[in-house]
């Protein structure tokens, strides 16, 4: 602007010097060197403008950087987190948790006050987990605490345990047959396999499959199963076996449960099962021991299990029944009579409604039959099941024994259970 009024002004000196007297020539270098200055203003004023909008720019062009790496940023945590969501839905849907626990309250009058039984005791809690590492791939797992503590004891009198009852990988190798390799329940008996305390009747699992099966029995080994035709399947193992030395040879005291398990002599188990008619399954067990004592008692050999039993569901009518028994080689388990251990039940129940379920059961059972002794035990039990929930139950029987003297057993049983 100064500038414009600088020439203005000389314009009218001009147009006024015509009208008047010509200006001198150090009139019009003076006026030239301030008009020379007023453009160097200019000049200066422009570059500083030109610098600013230099630095301007930079500013602009720093700021769209940020904004760039600010929205690559925002689109990488998109991505990562719809990437974490995925795996994460990917091992949900893949991965599996569950369990089950009962907790027992035993009240038992034993014959002229011996072996009284008065207790609560949270016997088990048990968990579950599985995993799918393919269609044809998966992994399944048991792990259990009994007796609600372990402890470390001078004595050795803890009554608790840890137990790892299940760890197996299964491989489908077509669609009818598959392979199970590690540690896995013996396939045997009724209870054995399934054992939630609301999938059966009675407080205590029943007194056979507890001294004869021995359940819960698990071993380590291979074991291929299958689909022989509609109705038909079968599951034959090699596993560890037994270890029963002493002078009992009580089938449940030989149970290694894969801990640093003896292993001079495996067990092998053939199981058939018929399923044909809904409802309904038939099935029977056959395993053979080379050793039951792990060659560790030379009065002792060979023994074979047989198993059959039935389970039977119609409509609001229930009935499992059960034959097993064992035949022990040997002086040593002949001399005792537990050169053979037999036992049998059956169950009868009836559902009265969706949440209610009466049964009794009859048992006998005896460890040492090949005995010329009073060694066999007779049970009835009598109870009621409550289903709150298809997966929670409470429990009420009461038992009447009839065993070898001094060891009899009479009273009452309550208990609660649930899986998940």
Do not use: C
């Amino acid at each position: 602007m100064k500038f414009k009024r600088t020439l203005l002004a000389s314009s009218l000196l001009l147009a006024g010097a015509v009208q008047a007297a010509a200006p001198t020539n150090e009139e019009i270098w003076a006026l030239l060197q301030e008009m020379k200055g007023q453009m160097a203003d200019v000049q200066q004023q422009n570059q500083q403008l030109q610098a600013e909008n230099a630095a301007l720019k930079n500013k602009v062009d720093a700021t769209e950087q940020v904004a760039k790496e600010a929205s690559e940023a925002v689109e990488a945590v998109a991505v990562a987190s719809e990437e974490a969501a995925k795996s994460a839905k990917i091992w949900s849907d893949k991965t599996t948790i569950g369990g089950y626990g009962e907790l027992h309250y035993n009240n038992l009058e034993g014959q002229n006050g011996a072996d009284d039984k008065d207790e609560i005791d949270f016997h088990r809690f048990v968990l579950f987990f599985g995993h799918e590492f393919t269609d044809d791939l998966r992994f399944f797992s048991e792990f259990e605490l009994e007796h609600a503590l372990t402890k470390d004891t001078d004595d050795g009198s803890n009554s608790g345990e840890v137990e790892l009852e299940q760890a197996y990988l299964q491989y489908d190798i077509n669609d009818q047959h598959r392979v199970t390799g590690g540690v896995f329940l013996t396939p045997v008996g009724i209870l054995n396999e399934t054992h939630e305390p609301n999938t059966f009747y009675g407080t205590e699992r029943n007194s056979v499959e507890k001294n004869i099966i021995p359940s819960t029995w698990w071993e380590a080994g291979v074991m291929f199963s299958g689909e022989l035709a509609e109705g038909f399947s079968y599951d034959v193992a090699a596993t560890s076996g037994l270890n029963t030395s002493g002078s009992s040879y009580k089938v449940r005291s030989g149970r290694q449960k894969v801990s640093k398990a003896e292993a001079e002599d495996f067990a092998y188990t053939g199981r058939i099962k018929w399923t044909g008619i809904p409802g309904v399954e038939l099935a029977a067990t056959v395993q053979y021991q080379e050793d039951i004592t792990q060659s560790n008692d030379k009065t002792a050999g060979s023994a074979t299990l047989f198993e059959t039993h039935a389970v039977i569901q119609k409509g609001n009518f229930g009935l499992r029944a059960l034959y097993a028994t064992w035949d022990l080689d040997g002086s040593g388990p002949k001399a005792s009579g537990a050169d053979e251990q037999t036992g049998w039940y059956i169950e009868p129940s009836y559902q009265i409604s969706q949440n209610f379920g009466v049964f009794t059961r009859y048992s006998e059972w005896d460890n040492a039959a090949g005995s010329s002794s009073d060694t066999e035990y007779e049970q009835w039990d009598l109870g009621l099941n409550w289903w709150p929930h298809q997966d929670v139950v409470v429990k009420v029987d009461y038992q009447d024994q009839d065993a070898p003297a001094g060891k009899e057993q009479d009273g009452v049983n309550v208990g609660m259970g649930y899986q998940f």
